[in-house]
């Protein structure tokens, strides 16, 4: 056990080096030449460009000393953006983030308050206040913890009544939260202006009819069961190996360019380059000219792929995004069973264009199963046996290992310092590296079960990460023994002997988690705003590769919040909260610090930094909301196993139903709530729609649904770059007033413009183009006598 | 252990029963004076009726000696109707439960072959085949079970190769089943003439707005919110006190029509009765002036009711029925959330008018919540501890007790004779009194939770009653003591002790299980036949209280098939066949003979006697089929249990396997089928539409609508009758051509003249039905419009 004083010295290392991280961002930062890595979200709006200076120092370095005065003033700056400025500004999925650290501090800031009254007294003594006494500072820390009451003793009743107050306070609180979240989405999406996702539904599982393509049958299928409000449709194309070969051009293109510069700056050397495996051997050959030729070579596959795409039948997913002319009809499809067999014909709302994840669309349902039932098999292994194939390369990478394989470093990794040094390290790395790789793997996990979409392959992971940490880093750090010896002794054990031995060990494992989230979150949170990474990643980017700003922009590559490594690690500080609320109230300061810090600094780069890649309209909620709801009904049952410990089982019929009423609060939750998150009330739909006809009555909106989901990589490769760098261009977007130089039907839609900007020639598919047309302008036309209908009505 | 030869007198002891209570009822069934009994469903649907004999004898006892010796022949006339007819003559959910009985068969009776053939020639020998010695009849029957085989025997992957087989094949036959009655549930849907509920939606959780009445909120929202499908609507009115006082008149009614009788046969003594409680005490007054008085009072009462009903807007509850004018447009309001708070506006299918449950339709959703998780505590609780309060009731009811409230009866309790016997039965006398009301409790509960459909009701009932048969007569009859005493032991026993526990157990109670089998099942079967109970009422009833045609249809009182009993009950077979399938194989044929005999006894019923109160159109399968496969997963682990005790340990992995897969498999067909159970898909739709289009486009749905969803109390009291009974009066049928002594529009609806036919006068509400008239005629204009937009597309 430690002191308070130890601590307290692990608390100052950790503050001294959080504060060491703010004061390098704080300088950092006001040198011009970093302004892209800190504010990159305003070079992506459009609100900040290059600063112009006549010096050229002073476009480096910031000479003006008096900025240097105010180096904090980053904090003040990130509360002053209004939280409706900040949806419109980053979205309201960053919005709805922060809100989880107020949630912490919301819930916790109380509970500390209530604990320190009222459990740390009772803990200390009879309940006496002597708690300010001298001695208490340096005595051991479970003095304060519930370690420190008798058995039998009545004043665990004080316990469990904290426990009760704490669960109907967070309940409150989750309710109130997800009551604000639930009509902030709805304002959200009520307020967005007409975007294609929302009159578009995306069709999974077209059955294939032997003589007819899979256009026309949607097109039949839809025309028969959505006649009135059935607009047209987008077929999906199979264009994963049509989007390999654009990534392999734009690589050598970039050679290209990189040695054509070469040759400009020193002309009298033209580079050369071998043409063997990797350059390495071969005949000798003008680098110029090689890439120049091999880029033909890629130009004439692209363009026969290009065909076979659009004319092979095969390269035709079973799947099509059907767009209606309302809310109403998207809205109706998106919720209704469509077919006899209920797995044919899978509608649900289509995600945004950005948000798609191409390479699953084409998945068929009874491979979902499959999908979806191996991967749960392995994320269960991974959770659990993770540590055998760690071990097995522990065990490999030794000294010995290594001596085998660089004889020539045996001298030096025999020295003592470097082998003891080895020693220590050798063995942590194959754990580090599986950690560091851990979101990577639960990502491709994600992606073979075969979500659609970026926003739900991120929640998806998140709740895979989740249950990692807390199998392997909470339960994992309070019970002995690896993971497998966990779950070997709990399956031999009695269902109550569980939260009993987990919670006995609970109050001695508080120091530990104490340094955890000094360490994790109060400097890893410092860490975060620094950006250490991504700053050295463009500094050696602009050096090397950037030319035009373009280059600058991709350079940039500001990222997106990681939801499925953020949202995890956060809701773990939940469960130790709740867990230790009641048990060992002396950790709350520290968690509410750490929430107090993170939203300061996830609000900074929220404003400042980060570019969502998509926009799900806060879609994460109801998993956050699950999950701090198990978080407290772990703790009760935690506590109730450390209440029989301590002999008090008269108490355990109380602190039954607490999990009982818990889970009843979350049923209610679900279905008062989720719904929001899952369907589009036909009422909103309604509204919408009439907004849209008393403001705009005269837009034409085909042109804009039949391209807005074409695979970005058939509309052009400048597209494809900025979709594959996660920017929005607005594509989706259905303006208010046409624009003038867009045609609006027939084959020349603004996608041929677009094209014939800078990047290759590409052939446009032109025959569905204008059948969809046809087809949308019936069905427009029709949409208008039906409007005069409901008008008359 | 019982040998082959105590299970041999057994099965001879029940096979007599069952044989008697057989010649009984080839007997009865065959006198005329039965007939109605016997042949009840034939008279209800107007086949048969009253037959006349000139003899007077021959109207009662059946003189042709022939038919006496082809007394068995019900058995094979049972068979001669086709499925496609059952299911015109009894509906689905007959045909449905049917085939519960031939899955049995289908799943059993390979399993059955394939356990003879492999497990007891390896059971009983080292896999030789003296299995048909002389000898094995006399041994013990376990040496024909998995008991016989050693531990650590390699025999043991015989058996686990066989419960492989056994999954599989029962997964299969799962399959192809739920895919038979999936696919008739969509035939029969889509066969069925045009009936109310198809196009009829019942809306929940209407909010209240000042100022406006319900119907006008409804009015209005469907108005905007689905302006071209909406038709009308019916209120619901809050008619629960109205039938009260109508049940109350109904019996008054009765004793004045005995009285008067008693009054014709014997007119020089007319009856007289006290006016006090129960007509114990008091003046003494003429019965027939007293309930004349008394029924003229409830005449005047039901007036103000009546009028009070209509006229109070809290008498209107918040909800109502809203019909379309398409199946398109009701298929796509039941499935869509409508409102931008998810607990308003909750839509779901209509039940048929038949089966709805009146008195629930007015639980606002938080009550809803609450109700359930009461419901499920006190099913636990009831579950668990239903022993405790009936081993206190046993404690009082014994011969002491008996004894202090009967002194006078004491002499005769002493005689050892009478007294050994009341020792022996007043203490079982409570249990029983508690399984017989068992139904009726679950019934209640399940009302209380809150459920609109007397379908949704029993089948809700039945899972309570599947819960209560596994835990407390499977399990309870393989381990030993109480249910609470297991519940205790379980929570103390490690999660692998569990089925290792209950497995060891399994082959020792073979024996109790085909007693089970033989007098629950088997004469069992025969009592349900013979239908003893209902042969008395009728025959009470006919002598007592018949006087007109309506009320011998009143005596016969068929009733429906007892789902909420039958379904678990027989489920609990399948469980046994699963569980010993492996172990001790010789339980199967008798298994095997139930579900024969079953199947005969349900398709003799189901022809001739039951009369479904409602039709789900098998609404049950999904339930059916998740407890079929539950019952299998628990096979898997209790076998998995039983082999860990024979320390074939390295067997688990290979067991484990199957659990999984078998969840999979359910996941699979639950998302695979169950849409056709739940919701009602958009293509169907169209096509009903379209064909209803072709063939009768100038039908005028709208009476029809705007009365079937009335409450059946508030249109006449002999309808209100009807209902009582189950008895269907087609009212919810739309017929294909107006019948022309039946005014469509205005205030005479069809149910006033129903009303003059001879119950009491009741005020009818013009007003609504005027305002709806005008309504939907309005909708219908607008509809044929629409039609012919359609038609013209």
Redesign the interface.
């Known amino acids: 056990m430690a002191s308070l004083g130890d601590i307290g010295v692990s608390a100052l290392i950790n503050i001294i080096t959080a504060f060491a991280f703010l004061i390098a961002f704080a300088l950092l930062r006001i040198q011009p030449i970093n302004d892209r890595v800190y504010f990159s979200k305003w070079y992506i709006s459009g609100a900040r460009t290059s600063p112009r200076h006549d010096n050229i120092v002073s476009r480096f370095v910031n000479l003006d000393c008096k900025t240097y005065l105010s180096f904090l003033n980053w904090m003040p700056q990130a509360l002053r953006m209004k939280e409706p400025e900040i949806i419109q500004h980053a979205g309201l999925d960053s919005a709805a983030f922060l809100r989880i650290y107020l949630l912490g501090l919301k819930i916790f800031g109380p509970a500390a308050i209530v604990a320190f009254l009222v459990l740390i007294p009772v803990n200390v003594s009879g309940g006496m206040l002597f708690f300010f006494s001298r001695e208490l500072v340096t005595r051991d820390i479970d003095k304060l913890s519930i370690s420190n009451v008798r058995e039998k003793s009545p004043k665990l009743f004080a316990h469990i009544s904290v426990m009760y107050l704490f669960t109907f306070w967070s309940c409150y609180m989750l309710y109130k939260e997800y009551d604000v979240v639930a009509s902030m989405r ?1 304002n959200f999406l009520a307020s967005k202006s007409r975007r294609v996702e929302q009159f578009t539904v995306l069709v999974k599982n077209v059955p294939r009819i032997p003589g007819r393509s899979v256009s026309n049958t949607v097109d039949c ?1 839809f ?6 409000h059935y607009l047209c449709h987008q077929v999906v194309y199979n264009a994963n190996k049509y989007a390999r070969v654009v990534r392999k051009r734009q690589k050598l293109q970039n050679r290209l360019d990189y040695n054509r510069l070469k040759f400009e700056r020193h002309p009298e050397k033209p580079p050369t380059r071998k043409t063997g495996f990797l350059g390495l051997w071969g005949e000798k050959v003008g680098s110029i000219e090689y890439y120049q030729k091999k880029i033909k070579e890629l130009d004439e596959k692209l363009t026969t792929e290009h065909h076979k795409i659009l004319n092979d039948p095969k390269r035709i997913m079973p799947a099509a995004f059907v767009s209606f002319n309302s809310r ?1 009809g998207a ?2 499809c998106a ?6 067999n ?2 044919l ?1 899978l509608t649900d709302w289509a995600p945004e264009p950005r948000d798609i994840y191409w390479k699953n669309l084409a998945i068929p ?2 491979s979902l ?2 999908r ?2 191996v991967i749960s ?1 392995a994320v269960f292994t991974l959770v659990f046996f993770y540590i055998i194939p760690i071990a097995f390369v522990q065990s490999l990478a030794n000294l010995e290992g290594l001596e085998k394989v660089v004889p020539f470093l045996r001298p030096v990794i025999e020295l003592n310092f470097i082998k003891s040094f080895l020693q220590g390290f050798l063995p942590g790395l194959a754990l580090k590296i599986f950690l560091w790789l851990l979101p990577g793997i639960l990502m491709t996990m994600s992606k073979i079960e075969g979500h659609v979409a970026f926003s739900v392959l991120e929640t998806s992971t998140a709740s895979k990460y989740y249950f990692f940490m807390l199998v392997n880093v909470f339960l994992g750090s309070i019970a002995t023994g690896t993971a497998i010896e966990q779950l070997q002794s ?8 569980i939260p009993r031995t987990i919670g006995v060990a609970i109050p001695m494992k508080a120091t530990f988690f104490i340094t955890y989230i000094m360490v994790d979150g109060w400097a890893g949170m410092a860490g975060e705003i620094l950006r250490l990474k991504p700053l050295i990643m463009f500094h050696l980017k602009s050096m090397l590769l950037v030319k035009t700003d373009r280059d600058k922009t991709k350079a940039m590559n500001p990222k997106s919040i990681d939801f499925p490594e953020a949202i995890p690690s956060l809701q773990l500080y939940f469960l130790m909260g709740a867990v230790y609320a009641v048990v060992t109230p002396v950790l709350l300061p520290f968690i509410l610090i750490f929430f107090a810090f993170a939203f300061f600094v996830y609000r900074h780069q929220v404003i400042n930094v980060y570019n969502q890649r998509y926009e799900s309209a806060a879609a994460f909620w109801p998993h956050v909301h699950t999950r701090i709801v198990a978080s407290l009904m772990i703790s009760q049952l935690l506590l109730m196993g450390l209440l029989s410990t301590k002999k008090a089982v008269n108490s355990t019929p109380l602190l039954i139903v607490l999990p ?1 009423l818990t889970l ?1 609060f979350h ?2 939750c679900k ?6 998150f899952r ?6 739909a ?1 509204e919408k729609d009439a907004q849209d006809e008393g403001s705009e009555p005269t837009v034409d909106i085909i042109p804009y649904m039949c391209e807005a989901y074409l695979h970005p990589v058939l509309r052009s490769i400048e597209e494809f770059e900025l979709f594959e760098l996660g920017i929005d261009n607005n594509q989706s977007h259905i303006p208010n007033q046409q624009l003038p130089t867009k045609p609006v039907s027939g084959s020349h839609s603004p996608i041929s413009e677009q094209e014939n900007k800078g990047s290759p020639k590409m052939q446009q598919h032109v025959e569905v183009a204008v059948e969809q047309h046809q087809t949308a302008h019936t069905c427009h036309h ?1 949409k208008s ?2 409007n005069m ?2 008008t008359h ?1």
Chains 1, 2 share one sequence.
């Open positions: 709805l299928f025309k028969k069961n959505h006649s009135t109403w809205a109706v919720q209704t069973q469509q077919s006899k209920p797995i014909w349902f009874v199963s499959i979806k039932l098999l709990f399956l031999h054990e009695s269902p109550t002997q009982v009843t049923k209610y279905s008062r709530f989720e719904p929001a369907k589009y009330p036909l009422e909103e309604v029709k006598t039906l209908d409901v009505y």
